[in-house]
């Protein structure tokens, strides 16, 4: 599609902060006012508008995706992301272990059980720890807990929690991730460390890397937009 557009602004409106182009409030894919909570994600927002060449590039506005996804799914209520997240803490990633006599056992110890930890004094609750890929399920209590926990949460939180836990197969994860001043670099190679322990074994592949690095940026992207709406 070609520009069709000269100039990038941000006005406040009513309910937020909404991105003008030629001094027009866009609106959502799904023809929805895209209005947002927060001045600093108005402002991405705005700048993946103003980055366009003489032809618009649509894989170029993930901070737009997420938002969209939001508004017209999560606000509007046609869908309920909650159950879904919580599949994830059913099956985490953190939670399953090789055998313990497995060397991959103890990088997981060292890697993976001060997070499970951190997480259950954070939200209060306890994970089931398996070793083998037998599934275990999480005790009721904790997955009450968290359901309260994911049900507080506002609908752009709620948007990128569903691709942080996807990405990283661990709700954990996605958890840890939202909160101020995460490591994200660390939390990423929690998530990945199984592949790199391949890596390390058999050696690198450079469209594994790739791949990797791809679904890397992606988390970070969703972690920065939390970010971006915590400025609110």
């Not at 958890?175 to 790199?196: R, V």
Request: hydrophobic share 45%; with cysteine; charged share 30%.
């Amino acid at each position: 599609m070609k520009r069709f557009y000269k100039s990038v602004s941000v006005a406040q409106d009513d309910g937020g902060w909404r991105v003008q182009l030629d001094g027009r409030g866009i609106k959502t894919a799904g023809g929805a006012v895209q209005s947002v909570p927060a001045r600093k994600l108005a402002d991405a927002l705005a700048a993946e508008w103003a980055a366009q060449g003489e032809q618009i590039d649509p894989a170029s506005f993930p901070l737009r995706d997420l938002t969209d996804y939001a508004i017209d799914s999560i606000a509007s209520g046609r869908e309920d992301p909650v159950e879904g997240l919580l599949r994830y803490a059913e099956t985490d990633t953190l939670c399953y272990r090789a055998d313990p006599d497995e060397p991959l056992h103890r990088r997981q110890i060292e890697v993976w059980e001060p997070l499970l930890t951190q997480a259950e004094a954070r939200f209060d609750v306890r994970f089931v720890r398996a070793s083998g890929i037998v599934h275990r399920p999480q005790p009721e209590a904790t997955l009450e807990t968290l359901r309260t926990q994911l049900q507080a949460l506002g609908p752009f939180h709620l948007a990128a929690m569903r691709m942080l836990a996807s990405l990283s197969a661990s709700l954990t994860i996605a958890l840890l991730a939202i909160e101020p001043e995460a490591d994200i670099p660390s939390l990423w190679h929690a998530a990945n460390l199984e592949e790199e322990w391949q890596a390390e074994l058999w050696g690198r592949d450079e469209e594994a890397e790739a791949r990797r690095q791809e679904r890397f940026d992606a988390f970070a992207l969703a972690a920065r937009f939390v970010d971006l709406v915590r400025s609110a």
